[in-house]
């Protein structure tokens, strides 16, 4: 899954102070008039986006795709111990002829260090997989988040807010308490899910029709 808190609350920390700074500014400016402050629940918004879920979607594929070429390598690895263990036994049997211990041997020590190799490439690729992995979590994930603040960015000129701030509970949340009032999070998500495909669109649930009562 993307790791969108990573992102959200890196974003959120940073812009704290800066926010902070601009109320105490933008305090002194409009000594005359009160901020036009809305809010955001990020978390929410981040989870709701279409774009969100196919974001994970090729994540989890490629994290699959990845999955089966390391099993692929360690089933080799297993197969070339295997192969290394008979070698061995074979070599120490005294009821085999000198001659197939010694080429037994020389087979092992070869099986011995393909294991080494295989054991460094499958360590490799584990390696290069995490890093893959976590760099295209952080690609899409601030992807969705830049798109996600240029709705909220135009929604707020529409609304002529002067500020918008994130409420979300379980980010580095920014608002500790609100009425609910100027809440752009239902608008923002709409406008970022109006074009979204069919099958990432949220379903209704549909309405049960009541059967009629059986005639006494």
């Known amino acids: 899954m993307i790791a969108k808190s990573t992102i959200i609350q890196l974003s959120l920390l940073r812009a704290v102070v800066s926010i902070l700074a601009l109320a105490a500014f933008t305090s002194t400016i409009y000594s ?3 901020l036009k ?44 111990q295997e192969e290394y263990s ?9 009821a085999n002829a000198a ?42 994930s601030k992807a969705r988040v830049d798109e996600i603040k240029e709705i909220i960015s135009a929604k707020a000129k529409q609304g002529s807010y002067d500020l918008v701030v994130n409420s979300a509970q379980n980010d580095a949340a ?6 609910g009032k100027n809440d752009l999070t239902k608008e923002v998500i709409e406008e970022l899910n109006k074009e979204a495909p069919e099958e990432y669109r949220t379903k209704k649930p549909t309405l049960a029709v009541p059967e009629p009562p059986l005639g006494k």
Do not use: C
């Open 32 to 34: 005359q008039e009160s």
């Open 37 to 80: 402050i809305a809010t955001v629940d990020m978390s929410k918004t981040f989870e709701s986006y279409w774009k969100t879920t196919l974001s994970n979607k090729q994540i989890k594929e490629r994290e699959t795709d990845f999955n089966k070429i390391e099993q692929g390598m360690v089933d080799d690895i297993k197969l070339i």
């Open 174 to 179: 920014l608002v500790l308490y609100t009425v």
């Open 86 to 94: 008979r070698l061995v036994q074979s070599a120490q049997d005294p």
């Open 99 to 140: 001659s197939k211990r010694e080429e037994d041997s020389k087979q092992a020590r070869l099986k011995a260090a393909a294991n080494d190799r295989s054991l460094r490439s499958l360590t490799e690729y584990r390696q290069n997989k995490q890093r893959t992995m976590g760099e295209m979590r952080a690609r899409l």
